[in-house]
């Protein structure tokens, strides 16, 4: 939190009798009674220079002083100079292939350093702009293309083809397990019914399809073509689990239980505990232009991290007989996301995807 100049108050004697906090809200109309408080107890406030309460009682005559304090979400919206990988721009849109790590809204936790925050020192005009002109999200731990609309009527159609399920999504992800045949999950997704940051599968959830393509099969792992036919937040990640195989390094909808070591060489073994995030990469990304009407598309390169998690996959080297246990060689369990009865679903969560 920063602070601001100081402000001395001395308290009038018609206040005199009220608690504190009743008397600074007197003084203080335009601040809440609950900041008031805060500011009271994190020490932002003192009276006649000695730390005070909010249930202190004031009788007149009394010096305050305020040191108010901003909070981090009070400058959410502000501009920062963070760089950008900008894959296509014009008047209309803005392409952008966000590295892993990179929040795209501010949200606690996360008030500063977020996508919106360098839209709005690289784009100013999108702060008048529904969300800085965001109309589809990635997870902080997921890379790839996004699109940001420019103006209202380029958000107002990028927002309605997402309705209207014609934006054309591709990931590309690395599983636990064996899959053996292409596929699609046709499975509804809402809230986790005993934590409120979860998803999971849920007969009362809103339609979701993911398709699914085997590109290359490991002794224990999978590499996926992912499609989505719908955008619901984390729906692959929720997909993949609801497959009995989860992403590899997702903290959240990830392995449980004991990696099967035996299965894998040994440079593997060095390259997982290196990969520390999920291994889910949006590659390629079709929309009709706002403006022209013409259809466009954009295809990136498979973020350096996966590719190197690949490579440690595929090298070839014999499995050596070591230090570990045959108890350790368990195929892993799973967290549990049977089909549970839905809490209702925060109005901007369509399209909060992957």
């Not at 408080?37 to 000695?50: C, E, F, S």
């Amino acid at each position: 939190m920063t602070q601001t100049a100081p402000t001395i108050l001395i308290i009038p004697q018609d206040l005199g009798g009220l608690r504190l906090d009743q008397a600074l809200q007197k003084l203080m109309p335009e601040h809440s009674r609950s900041r008031l408080q805060g500011w009271i107890k994190t020490g932002a406030v003192t009276l006649d220079n000695q730390a005070a309460t909010s249930k202190l009682k004031v009788w007149g005559g009394e010096r305050i002083e305020i040191t108010p304090q901003t909070l981090p979400e009070e400058n959410a919206f502000a501009a920062e100079d963070l760089p950008l990988d900008i894959i296509y721009e014009d008047a209309h849109l803005l392409v952008i292939n966000k590295p892993a790590g990179l929040v795209v809204h501010p949200a606690a936790g996360n008030w500063q350093g977020t996508l919106l925050n360098a839209l709005l020192y690289h784009v100013p005009q999108v702060k008048d702009l529904p969300r800085a002109g965001i109309v589809h999200r990635l997870d902080k731990d997921t890379s790839g293309l996004l699109v940001v609309a420019k103006t209202l009527a380029a958000q107002t159609s990028l927002v309605r083809q997402l309705q209207a399920r014609t934006v054309k999504r591709e990931y590309r992800a690395i599983v636990w397990g064996q899959i053996w045949r292409n596929g699609k999950v046709d499975q509804p997704i809402g809230r986790h019914p005993r934590s409120r940051t979860k998803m999971a599968v849920n007969r009362n959830g809103k339609p979701a399809v993911t398709q699914y393509e085997v590109l290359e099969r490991f002794a224990v792992h999978t590499y996926l073509r992912c499609v989505l036919e719908t955008g619901r937040t984390h729906q692959i990640r929720v997909h993949m689990q609801h497959l009995q195989a989860p992403m590899v390094g997702d903290p959240v909808y990830g392995m449980r239980g004991i990696i099967p070591l035996r299965a894998m060489t040994h440079t593997l073994r060095l390259a997982l505990p290196q990969f520390n995030r999920q291994a889910l990469h949006a590659i390629k990304l079709g929309l009709i232009h706002p403006e022209t009407g013409e259809a466009m598309e954009w295809q990136i390169e498979l973020a350096q991290d996966m590719k190197a998690l690949l490579e440690a996959m595929r090298y070839e080297e014999p499995v050596v007989e070591d230090e570990y246990d045959d108890d350790e060689n368990v195929i892993y369990a799973f967290d549990d996301a049977d089909e549970v009865d839905d809490e209702i679903l925060d109005e901007l969560e369509d399209d909060d995807i992957e």
